[in-house]
Nanobody, 128 residues
Framework: EVQLVESGGGSVQAGGSLRLSCRAT???????MGWFRQAPGKEREAVAS????????YYADGVKGRFTISRDSTQNTLYLQMSDLKPEDTAMYYC???????????????????????WGQGTQVTVS
């Protein structure tokens, strides 16, 4: 089983940047990984996903051009570089992982909550 631990959240002013990290331990293999966020009173929504066996990345419309998802396989760590942050980006950010799915599945469903089997505890991002 995979354990995921997020870090890097904090409070920033609008226009600022943050880099979130998600470190995997245990059985670390996940073929598709993603970042999601959840604001109070709202459902968890997709931010970005990545097919870990290649370089394919996918983004929600609201973060395209501002956020970048990446992965360091040597460190078993997933990253989310966030720039030009806006107050509406305020949320708890979670990373998710799922093993053994093919590239086409990650491309089609990598931005769906239901795709993921493992989740971290989240890291808070507050933009004012």
């Amino acid at each position: 089983e995979v354990q995921l631990v997020e870090s890097g959240g904090g409070s920033v002013q609008a226009g600022g940047s943050l880099r979130l990290s998600c470190r995997a331990t245990g059985n670390t293999f996940s073929s598709c990984m993603g970042w999601f966020r959840q604001a109070p009173g709202k459902e968890r929504e997709a931010v970005a996903s990545i097919y870990t066996a290649g370089t394919s990345t996918y983004y929600a419309d609201g973060v395209k051009g501002r956020f970048t998802i990446s992965r360091d396989s040597t460190q078993n760590t997933l990253y989310l570089q966030m720039s030009d942050l806006k107050p509406e980006d305020t949320a708890m950010y979670y990373c998710g992982g799922t093993p053994y799915i093919r590239a086409w599945y990650c491309e089609r469903d990598g931005l769906l909550v239901s795709t993921y089997d493992f989740w971290g505890q989240g890291t808070q991002v507050t933009v004012s």
